[in-house]
């Protein structure tokens, strides 16, 4: 092996494949076989980048040639940029090198379209291939489809991948046919319809037939560019709730653009990417998975734009003050969960602890509330004096106090409330 | 007031345990024998570990609490706190004179503190898990040092043994002066002493596999290649990754 020539591979393949913000390694629970190599399991961040996101996986191009011309990705054929292309065989060496030594949880594995669709993606199958049944692998492997692959090898694909993803790119049709002329909207969503049957039908099977394979038993994810056109977040969250509720999407990545390109039709090089916009669309789309909130809780007609000085459950309590205060001592888990300030273990804390006795205030912060934030919406024991005060005014309170604690946090991996 | 001395080990504490019921011992201060501060006050009482005797209050331990419950215990013994033995002590105490279960009862100090360090040796067991960076040797070892705050070796070793089945590797503890090692059947505890500095005694080609200074160069080279620099920030990555660790980090080299 050449090493000048394949560190520069790596360096020009893993700086491509950067843009695509899914790190995730969990939701696969595939176990080691016959002393073969590897896990999957909760998934593990390995490392950190010095932008605090989680290193998890080997995420890189097989080539980053491409013969589309995307207007967002660094990859577009008309990007004058040095190119570069793994084999087969090397991206393999490389996965086993690196997870042998506890670098990565395993792969990821994405490319450039060379040739055609197809063709390409059937270089990705072989390498998950390979790695399953050569080296007896049982890491991760998250392939990203090539749009326009044909079904068959798509399905072929979630028999070796935990993972298949499938970008959407843009939040509305319009969008894409401006910025990636060469793609079509339907050649993503009827993969993804694909999956998603393949994925129910191999688990009715799996329940009669304990042998059969399993196929992405991580299931399907996609991930949309925000910032580079002109959605609204309305726009954005419907969309994400109909792939979580139609879709069985597992997750949808929001990423900022990075701005790359002295494209017009693009914010210009040097616009800030939008990362606290990221996060407030990360903390609604927890609310949707999480905290049982429906999309059109968190924005409407009238509120199209999530708020970027709070985070939106608080922004909805500050719109629902009819349904505070609630009764620690009392109500409904689900309830407790929508207060500020109180997350779901704390939630869950909650309602384990108040069996022993009733809670006032002083216990709840011990558990590791944010009573300062959680006052204007909580009844305890030993109250605070309970003031009628206006939302505007208890935004104000809290935007005044411990700014640093509730400012957004910079990262898709986020837990805060 | 009693000072009980015990070796340090689970074992020689739940012997601790069994004999502070058995003495009647009052108003006890727990300690390991490490940790035994030289001029005594008061009365002091000295543990020989009993394996019959540990087991015994296992035992009545595991009918009254839940495999979770009982997993805190041990995790936050293992955290090696100063005074953690005597929360766990109350614990126990707590948790044997309550008819009904009392693990939730996180309003109650004792309770609440256990559940909150064994949390915080919960996640150094997992950042442990992420952060072993093995270095292939000649003999095809794959070996790692960590200096972990907490005594965490006990906790990881199943998860090594699962996901790296088809290899030996070695996994070294440089403050406490122990390992874990894996030899293709079975993991075994190992005492060794390597200088803690054992990776800058021996220049990489003396023992090292001749792939290995290759990979990791790669992945110093990926770890700079996946950075977007217009995303920066320091402050949250620090918080992931505390600077205490990097010392055996390859990527952090
Ligand atoms: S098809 Fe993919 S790699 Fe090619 S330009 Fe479009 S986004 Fe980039």
Redesign the interface.
Known sequence: ?N?DR??EK??IL??AA??DVSCSSSGSNR??KE?????TGNG????????????SL??ILLTNVCIYDCAYCVSRKSNDIKRAGFTVQEVVD?TI??Y????IEGLFISSGIFTNADYTMERLVLIAKKLRTEH?FSGYIHIKSIPGASEEIIKEAGLYADRLSINVEMPTEKSLALLAPDKKREDMIQPMKVLKQAIIENKEEKKLFKKTPVFAPAGQSTQMVIGATAETDLEILYLANGFYKKMNMRRVYYSGY??ISNDNRLPAIGT??P?VRENRLYQADWLLRFYGFNVDEIVDKNNPLLDMEIDPKLGWALRNMQCFPIDINTAEYQLILRVPGIGVQSAQ?IV??R???R?GYG?LK??GISVNRARYFIQADNDYEVKDWQPAQIKQFILSEGVSKYKA???PQITLF | MTTVIYDGSWQGFLTAVFEVYEYRLADTVICGEKFAPANLFGASHKVFTDEAKAVRVWDRLRQKLTPGAYRQLYDSFLSEDKGVEDVLMRYIRYSLASKVA?E??????DI?QVKQVSRKVHREK?RM????????TKDQL?Y?IVQPDHNVLPLIAR?FK??????RWLIYDATRKYGIYYD?EKVEEVQLNFTADLQNEFTVSEIYDE?ES??Q???Q????????A????????I???PKRYWKY???KK
């Not at chain 1, 961040?45 to 290193?55: K, L, N």
């Not at chain 1, 042998?100 to 670098?103: A, G, I, K, M, T």
């Not at chain 2, 217009?230 to 990555?237: D, I, P, V």
């Open positions: 092996m090493h394949i560190t790596l360096a893993a700086d950067k843009y176990k080691n002393k073969g190599l590897g896990t593990i961040c390995h490392a950190y980048t010095e932008d605090g996101r989680c290193v080997l995420k490389l090198n690196f042998r030594r506890n670098y007896k990075v701005p800030p990417v990362i804390k384990a602890a069996r022993f006795r809670l216990h011990k558990i946090d910079f990262s | 009392m939730n009862d996180f309003s109650h100090p609440l997992h898990e992420a952060f072993v960076r093995f270095q292939l794959y790692a998860h699962a996901r790296y089945a088809d290899q293709l792939h290759l990979y160069h790669l992945w080279q990926y770890f700079k290649s996946v950075n977007i217009a995303r920066k920030n320091t402050k949250l990555h918080q992931h990754m980090l390859v990527e």
